[in-house]
């Protein structure tokens, strides 16, 4: 198990593998959001509050849960490149990064769109879920800002890992207390917990959004994860020789 | 037997450029290690890289046989580290910075006044750093490594900014810390004249 | 003075950092003053640009009064390791038996004496010219006595990653600003509901609970950040 993890890890051989897993991750995932984009805007229902304005949470949901597996991704392996000082491992964060900032975005750029026509305004500072997508915003760019400020690739991944690490200790707190703070005012939510369940000709377009942006996502992730290798490595004899004998 | 410190194949990059590579060294009591090179041979950043402040691209500096990356308190609870910032605040007088000094590291007992009239800075005892010219602070520095009480003397360009009696001093001094079971590793350019055993490495 | 604590450990370097660090916040006043001062003038911005209103400023009080002392913070953070980065004190503190987590404690230590306690001091005073009630101002001393602590040793972390950085204080509030919004909400809003007449010890349990959080995992933080900042 150490000797498989450790080759996997050596960059040369992860960046030789990576193509057929970043195929066998795009394909599938490509095709379930093709199948969940066809069923949601078609097959499922009309929701009796909100009409077809509800058809939005196929991209709003999977985008808010991938910017926080996003984060969660990149601390996890800053914290294992800081401990074991496994390269690869600073480059899978460094990489997550951006994904994640994109997928924040998306999450915040459709919720406030999905917001429009249910609030009438297009920023509802009431809602929790909103509130905290923003905060996470703001870690991803201060994440990159410290990235981006410290020249040296090494001190770069370091300094950046202990931001990371911090930072995921303090999201399930900044999370806690946004939702006690718009507690307080009784804010709109979009999904009540608790509700009715979901028609199952809803749910099952959603879930196969989830785990498609999910598969998308790792493919997106591994593509980058090779182009960051690529780069950290172009001094390298292995990344000479294969570009020598033509091969990409 | 293991020496007291001792380094098998360091290699150390600053950057994109590899300084070194496959750099090995020991050290025992009583002895000198003189790093010798041009200016960006990278004695700096070997001098740093021992002092654990920079880290190796490869191998290890091993105190009393155990790697210092690992057994950090056990290393630097014996070392004593002089580098051209003298590591001192401007706004405090000489007294108040050397007091500082003892909530840092384990302090021989040796006389404040004594230590000071020695190093000819006794009269400067109540100013501020920042009063003091380069070469008196650089004094002071001195004074760091003879009120502490441990054996590794780390002292990187000691002789900057010091006038030929200075120099002297430092030269005796070290003499003196090597020949009461010291050790000590030097990164100088100029020429040393230090009585004991002395190791030298030329970095190119 | 108190040299019979000679002795090297954690006890004796936390607190001799401490004691260094005031002493020479002592021989320069004006770093502990100009964080005051722009406390107070940021708080006064506000009556300004909403106008003089009695009951909006009653209303905002809290609030107001919170974001400048968070902005105060910030202000004073930034020179926290510059000095001993720039003059080489922190290779010596590097090159030292007693672990830096501790002396990083000492120092956040002095920060919050010379920052976040004087804030907690002259909050009062600012208070009234925001008609703020006096049992209501009693708990604007306790959120932020609690809250600044929280924030300086959250910013001795942001201190320390950002030391020796050309963009260092902007990138500061950017790194910093995010992870102390749960301090700033627990704050403000809990002496907003006192004002209110609503309970409290909810959001003053959190504060306390945060700080005790923060002190046990920010000086290590600290103490990583600095070695990396100072290769």
Known sequence: MWKFIHQLASPPHFYRIAPAFIRWLAVPGLLLIAYGTYAGLFVAPMDYQQGDAFRIIYIHVPSAYLSMMAYMIMAVSAGIGLIWRIKLSHAVAAAAAPLGAWFTFLALATGSIWGKPMWGTWWEWGDPRLTSELIMLFLYFGYMALRGAIDDTAKADKASAVLALVGAVNVPIIHFSVEWWSSLHQGPTIIKEGGPAMDAAMLYPLLAMILGFTLVFGALLLRRVRAEVLYRERRTRWVKEMILAGGN | MTAKLSADGLTLFRGERCLFQGLSFALNPGELLLLEGRNGSGKTSLMRAIAGLIEFEDGDVLWEGKPIRTNRPDFYGSVVWMQHRVGFKADLTLVENLRFESHLRAQSGADLDVVLKRLDIDRLKRLPLRSLSAGQQRRVALARMLLSSVPLWLMDEPFTNLDREGRALVMDLTTEHLSKGGMCIMAAHQDVEIGGNVTKIELK | ?231
């Not at chain 3, 604590?5 to 006890?11: H, P």
């Not at chain 3, 009064?65 to 004073?76: F, N």
């Not at chain 3, 120092?107 to 919050?112: D, F, V």
């Not at chain 3, 208070?127 to 932020?144: D, S």
């Open chain 3, 1 to 231: 003075m108190m040299s019979e604590e000679d002795t090297v450990g954690m006890t004796s370097g936390i607190l001799g950092v401490a004691r260094r660090d005031l002493l020479l916040a002592w021989k320069r006043p004006g770093d502990i003053l100009n964080p005051l001062f722009f406390f107070a003038m940021v708080a006064a911005l506000f009556p300004l640009a909403i106008g003089p209103s009695p009951e909006q400023l009653q209303f905002s009080g809290p609030a107001v009064m919170w974001v400048a002392a968070l902005l105060a913070m910030l202000l004073s953070l930034n020179s926290l390791f510059l000095s001993d980065f720039e003059d080489g004190s922190l290779d010596q503190m590097l090159v030292s038996p007693v672990p830096l987590s501790a002396l990083a404690l000492g120092k956040t230590l002095s920060h919050w004496l010379t920052s976040g306690l004087p804030l907690v001091i002259v909050s009062p005073v600012v208070a009234i010219t925001f008609q703020m009630p006096f049992a209501v101002t009693g708990y604007l001393m306790v959120t932020l006595l609690l809250g600044t602590i929280s924030l300086s040793l959250l910013g001795s972390i942001g201190a320390a990653l950002t030391v020796g950085l050309h963009r260092g204080t902007a990138l500061l509030s950017l790194l910093i600003l995010p992870l102390a919004m749960p301090v700033l909400i627990f704050g403000a809003r809990t002496v907003s509901l006192v004002a209110a007449g609503d309970g409290v010890a909810g959001g003053l349990y959190f504060l306390a609970a945060y700080a005790v959080l923060t002190l046990s995992f920010a000086p290590f933080a600290t103490a990583a950040a600095l070695r990396i900042s100072n290769e």
